[in-house]
């Protein structure tokens, strides 16, 4: 079993930057694949970020060059977050699997944490 839990939500200006974490509890967080989605108000929950146990990185096009997901052997997973713009205004989850499948699939992932409210100011 894991639990995840997020914090470093807030309010930016546009063009500003914020550093989301995600902590882990469980014993194998390293065997464990890190992804990063977020849901808007009125929208579907869409991928952000995913990394694998090897440090291999995965980001959605819309996001790509301005956020970085990284994670440490502490059980922390990050989300790096530059030039943010109004349309990155959502709800972040962390999430975890030990499953196969697509990293960019929600359904893929079998643990979530609370989220964390990110709004970016025009």
């Known amino acids: 079993q894991v639990q995840l839990v997020e914090s470093g939500g807030g309010l930016v200006q546009a063009g500003g930057s914020l550093r989301l974490s995600c902590a882990a509890s469980?014993?194998?967080?390293?065997?464990?694949?890190m992804g990063w989605f977020r849901q808007a108000p009125g929208k579907e929950r869409e991928f952000v970020a995913g990394i694998s146990w090897s440090g291999i990185t995965f980001y959605a096009d819309s996001v790509k060059g301005r956020f970085t997901i990284s994670r440490d052997n502490a059980k922390n997973t990050y989300l790096q977050m530059n030039s943010l713009k109004p349309e990155d205004t959502a709800v972040y989850y962390c999430?975890?699997?030990?499953?196969?499948?697509?990293?960019?699939?929600?359904?893929?992932?079998?643990?979530w944490g609370q989220g964390t409210q990110v709004t970016v100011s025009s």
């Open positions: 999430a975890a699997t030990q499953r196969h499948g697509a990293i960019q699939a929600g359904e893929t992932f079998d643990y």
């Open positions: 469980g014993r194998t967080f390293s065997s464990y694949r």
